[in-house]
Nanobody
Framework: QVQLVESGGGLVQAGGSLRLSCAAS????????MAWFRQAPGKERTFVAG????????AYANSVKGRFTVSRDDAKNTLYLQMSSLEPEDTANYYC?????????????????WGQGTQVTVSS
């Protein structure tokens, strides 16, 4: 089992930055690839970024490449998403997810555990 708790969301102006955190607990974390997904109102949840176990491989959605950076601190059991040059289109509820196994998958069905989400709102 892996329990996930996101934090760091909020309201920011376009062009600004935010860093999201996801605190994980549970033994399975040490064997889990981690990812961030997001869901805007009225839209499906989509992949944003992911990082493998043990953290040597990352993947990003095209819409965030060059602006977002995913990382993990396994000493703290924490996943991060550094978001820069934010755009109003980035407004969404951001979810942390974990899948047992080392590789990052892009589909949400591949993930076993989910957090409750943290809201990010970018004003124009």
């Amino acid at each position: 089992q892996v329990q996930l708790v996101e934090s760091g969301g909020g309201l920011v102006q376009a062009g600004g930055s935010l860093r999201l955190s996801c605190a994980a607990s549970g033994r399975a974390y040490s064997n889990s690839a981690m990812a961030w997904f997001r869901q805007a109102p009225g839209k499906e949840r989509t992949f944003v970024a992911g990082i493998s176990w043990p953290g040597d491989s990352t993947a990003y959605a095209n819409s965030v490449k060059g602006r977002f950076t995913v990382s993990r601190d396994d000493a703290k059991n924490t996943l991060y998403l550094q978001m820069s040059s934010l755009e109003p289109e980035d407004t969404a509820n951001y979810y942390c997810a974990a899948r047992i196994g080392g590789a990052v998958y892009l589909g949400e069905r591949s993930y076993n555990f989910w957090g409750q989400g943290t809201q990010v709102t970018v004003s124009s």
